[in-house]
């Protein structure tokens, strides 16, 4: 068997909140909790566990996560960002505030979610699509 990636956990205050939110965006939905955790799978089998944090932690790490989607599925999830009227970029140091990037031919924008991950969906793998 081939290495691949599974799981991870995302530490948040809310895990109902922030997995409610990511599923939105992504066009997901949340999966049934499982002890603390409740889970957003995406298209090819990777879950994102959402567990809250120790109540005595006041700020949690942002993490970056990054997500290939389709033209359509951008189209979709930047309506979301803009009904939610979120600030976002067009590149990771936050420059182009509320604008998009076409890098690689593709489109591609930055945000943050409700425990201040930065979030970045991508239409074109960065360097191109391979052949």
Same mark, same amino acid.
């Given at each position: 068997?081939?290495? #691949?990636?599974? /799981?991870?956990?995302?530490?948040?205050?809310?895990?109902?909140?922030?997995?409610?939110?990511?599923?939105?965006?992504?066009?997901?939905?949340?999966?049934?909790?499982?002890?603390?955790?409740?889970?957003?799978?995406?298209?090819?089998?990777?879950?994102?566990?959402?567990?809250?944090?120790?109540?005595?932690?006041?700020?949690?790490?942002? #993490?970056?996560?990054?997500?290939? @989607?389709? %033209?359509?599925?951008?189209?979709?999830?930047?309506?979301? @960002? #803009?009904?939610?009227?979120?600030?976002?970029?067009?590149?990771?140091?936050?420059?182009?505030?509320?604008?998009?990037? /076409?890098?690689?031919?593709?489109?591609?924008?930055?945000?943050?979610?409700?425990?201040?991950?930065?979030?970045?969906?991508?239409?074109?793998?960065?360097?191109?699509?391979? %052949?």
């Amino acid at each position: 068997m081939s290495v #691949q990636f599974d /799981h991870t956990i995302v530490g948040c205050h809310d895990n109902r909140v922030s997995a409610e939110f990511w599923a939105d965006i992504l066009g997901s939905e949340t999966g049934t909790p499982w002890g603390p955790f409740i889970p957003v799978r995406t298209a090819n089998g990777v879950t994102f566990d959402f567990a809250n944090v120790p109540p005595n932690i006041t700020e949690i790490q942002p #993490q970056h996560y990054a997500f290939l @989607i389709s %033209e359509a599925e951008f189209d979709t999830a930047y309506a979301k @960002i #803009q009904r939610y009227r979120l600030e976002h970029w067009a590149d990771p140091q936050q420059r182009g505030v509320n604008t998009i990037n /076409h890098n690689d031919g593709g489109r591609g924008v930055y945000f943050k979610d409700p425990a201040g991950h930065f979030l970045e969906l991508i239409t074109v793998p960065y360097g191109g699509w391979r %052949e």
